[in-house]
């Protein structure tokens, strides 16, 4: 039964439209099936421990995926330019996403994050123009540079109460972005450009109460005009 599919073995199979995958593979290798743009579906089997860089890269007819295995990362460009994807179920083992794991994905609406992640890379969400909210799971301490840059139809996120660092343009242009709720006692750690071209007028951050004072002593938190405590 085979237990590994080695890199780039599918790779630029524009025609194949389906595959059923071994019920014992374990580990699937760089650029797999990457640039295969007929794929429409595809089911991770539960045995599958690793899934390498660029697995489904460009497979711009993916409607729709679930990862059953248990894995601990989605690793980096996996999804990336999946243009059509609508759906996506991860598995609750997911510690972290790669840098633009999901980049262009611009079909997904919504994903639902593992309460066992604790970190979304660079660019992971990047110009995935038909998000409209995104939670991020309790456990989660960093949210890379450009994480969910130009999610042009984002209107609201929650952050978590144990987050430290959100990169330089995570949610840069999300022009539709109305509300956050920023769980976190303490001000996480953000760049200039953090929330550069969100309309900061209109968009309401809310803090934890009583936690105020302390996010008008950041020397970043200070120029969001909408700061209101919950």
């Known amino acids: 039964s085979i237990k590994k599919i080695e890199s780039r073995v599918f790779m630029n199979c524009k025609s194949l439209e389906e595959i059923e995958l071994p019920s014992a593979l374990a580990k699937m290798n760089d650029h797999v099936f990457e640039n295969c743009s007929g794929l429409r579906f595809i089911e991770i089997p539960a045995t599958v421990k690793d899934m390498g860089n660029s697995c489904f890269e460009n497979c711009t007819s993916l409607d ?80 890379g540079s450009n994480a969910f840059r130009e999610c042009s139809a984002l209107a609201s996120a929650e952050l978590p109460v144990g987050l430290k660092t959100i990169g330089g343009s995570a949610f840069a242009k999300c ?56």
């Open 175 to 230: 022009v539709s972005l109305r509300e956050v709720n920023v769980n976190a006692p303490l001000p996480p750690k953000m760049a200039k450009s953090t929330f550069k071209d969100v309309v900061l007028g209109v968009c309401k951050f809310y803090v934890p109460k009583g936690c105020k004072p302390m996010y008008t002593q950041d020397k970043q938190w200070v120029k969001i005009p909408q700061l209101l405590e919950k």
């Open 64 to 143: 729709s995926v679930v990862v059953r295995g248990f894995m601990d990362e989605i690793e980096d460009d996996v999804f990336r330019n999946c243009h059509n994807m609508k759906s996506i179920t991860l598995p609750v083992s997911i510690k972290k996403i790669g840098s633009d794991a999901f980049e262009q994905c611009s079909s997904l609406t919504a994903i639902s994050l593992p309460i066992t992640l604790q970190s979304i890379g660079n660019g992971a969400f990047q110009k995935c123009a038909m998000l409209q909210s995104i939670v991020i799971p309790a456990a989660v301490k960093e949210i």
